[in-house]
């Protein structure tokens, strides 16, 4: 019987050991989306990458978003990320204040003031499942936004590489043009999302002529 109930935890220990390697494996496995954005450029013809990532607020994720982002997309999927390799992939310009990106079912403007400042013409559309829905969801800053788009001229060239970081705080169907609360699982009156998603990325690509300053929202 001792022999017996020995064998099982040795067995228990083994598989918790295979277990804490498989999710350390999974972890740490190198993707496209872990080399750096210069670096997947000079695999392009155009010398031209990107990479857009939404992030979800951690009570928005399985299990409250007590798993490592990269290990819970892994086991569940549901990643909300695109890049100059997805279906339909288009860089619009790239300038100091302004970046366009957009693959099928995604579309993302990215616009700052003289001051750097994200302005409310910033949005991103893009594709999303919320309560076992499907929806195309237009999401904008809040009216003081928060977050930036970083640019650095490349050395011997016009060529910008950069980063941002925007938070998305208001969130519509972008068929219907109405606020998301009910209809994607929510409590009556509740807006959707509750807390901000995040919205990061890098790029690195030929700099477009300078635009004029944004002076209103865009439609």
């Given amino acids: 019987m001792k022999k017996s109930i020995k064998t ?12 804490l390697v498989s999710i350390v494996w999974l ?11 210069a670096e997947s450029a000079s695999g392009t013809s155009e010398g031209t990458a990107f990479e857009v990532n939404v992030e979800r607020p951690r009570m928005d994720r399985f299990l409250g978003g ?3 982002t990269s290990l819970e997309e892994k086991l569940i999927g549901g990643a909300l990320r695109f890049n100059h390799a997805s279906p339909g992939a288009r860089i619009g310009s ?3 204040n302004r970046l366009e990106l957009s693959a099928d079912g995604w ?14 013409g910033t949005r991103l559309v893009f594709p999303m499942e919320i309560a076992e829905k499907n929806y195309s ?9 928060n977050g930036f788009l970083r640019t650095t001229t490349l050395s011997g060239s016009n060529a910008l590489e950069g980063t ?26 509740d807006a959707w999302p509750s807390s901000p998603l995040t919205l990061r990325g890098s790029f690195v690509g030929p700099a477009a002529p300078p635009l004029p300053e944004p002076k209103g929202d865009h439609p």
């Fill in 8 to 19: 099982s935890l040795i067995v228990i220990a083994l598989a918790l050991v295979a277990c």
């Fill in 27 to 37: 972890v740490s496995r190198p993707g496209d989306l872990d080399r750096p954005v």
């Fill in 66 to 68: 007590i798993l490592p």
């Fill in 94 to 96: 790239i300038a100091t």
């Fill in 107 to 120: 579309d993302l403007l990215i616009e700052t003031d003289g001051e750097g400042r994200i302005t409310q």
């Fill in 137 to 145: 969801l237009r999401c904008r800053p809040a009216d003081q936004a």
């Fill in 164 to 189: 941002f970081l925007v938070e998305l705080a208001k969130c519509e169907n972008a068929e219907t043009g109405k606020i998301l609360d009910t209809e994607a699982g929510g409590n009556p009156g």
